[in-house]
């Protein structure tokens, strides 16, 4: 079983619809980060995670520490927000150790 | 400045050819991260800098060789690639690598196929 699980795999909704991307771990963490990848390679590190809830622009990501589970919710999603999503965990022991990555869920936001 | 830099973008070469990969950040971080991603996988760790000295190496073949000549710059050597070898390279830094909680920064990374 994987250390960092997300769930769906691959999305593809309507321009508009409300999005909820999820991810589960089984890991002491420190941080929870989600990424965002488009084709082409490029990561962007749309949030860092220890606790409650971020919000940024139309991007929510929130962490339960207890349950070990994050979610990224996107609201009014846009064609632009077609992407990779990528939850990584950072362990106690922080930098060093590097990130762990789940998966990644391809979402695709159709007009 | 909050960018990381990899040059080249893409990179065609054969297993007996010796290259290099350029990663540079000028945000002052003493941390810096090669990680490796395969088609459709998500990245794996392979080395980690820290202050300048290797401290992870992820049992990494020694035909990919780092080198970090100083704060700002990290390099990938490589030497008798394989095919299985062609990934995306990238590059991520962070302030400290020993504190939790820092945000790693990304590159766009390097395209590799070796033929």
């Known amino acids: 079983k994987n250390e960092v699980e997300q769930s769906p795999q691959n999305l593809t909704a309507q321009e508009g619809e409300f999005i909820t991307i999820n991810c589960s771990y089984s890991?002491?963490?420190?941080?929870l980060h989600w990424l965002q990848q488009h084709p082409g390679g490029g990561i962007v590190s749309l949030f860092m995670?220890?606790?409650g809830k971020k919000k940024h622009g139309r991007l929510i990501a929130t962490i339960n520490i207890q349950e070990k589970h994050s979610s990224l919710h996107i609201t009014a999603s846009h064609p632009r927000d077609s992407a990779v999503y990528i939850c990584a965990v950072c362990r106690p022991g922080g930098g060093a150790d590097g990130l762990t990555f789940g998966k990644g869920t391809h979402l695709i936001i159709q007009p | 400045d909050t960018e990381v830099t990899q040059t080249p973008k893409h990179l065609v070469m054969g297993m007996t050819n010796k290259k290099s990969l350029k990663c540079e950040q000028h945000?002052?971080?003493?941390?810096m991260y090669w990680y490796k991603q395969k088609a459709k996988k998500p990245p794996e760790l392979m080395f980690v800098?820290?202050?300048?000295?290797?401290?992870i190496n992820e049992s990494v073949p020694s035909r990919f060789s780092p080198e970090c000549p100083n704060s700002s710059l990290l390099n990938l050597h490589l030497h008798a690639l394989q095919p299985e070898d062609s990934a995306l390279y990238l590059c991520?830094?962070?302030?400290?690598?020993?504190?939790?909680?820092?945000?790693?920064?990304f590159g766009p990374g390097t395209r590799l196929l070796v033929l």
């Open positions: 995670l220890s606790s």
């Open positions: 890991v002491g963490i420190s941080a």
């Open positions: 945000m002052g971080h003493r941390a």
């Open positions: 991520a830094s962070s302030q400290v690598a020993e504190k939790y909680q820092e945000t790693q920064y």
């Open positions: 800098y820290s202050y300048e000295k290797l401290s």
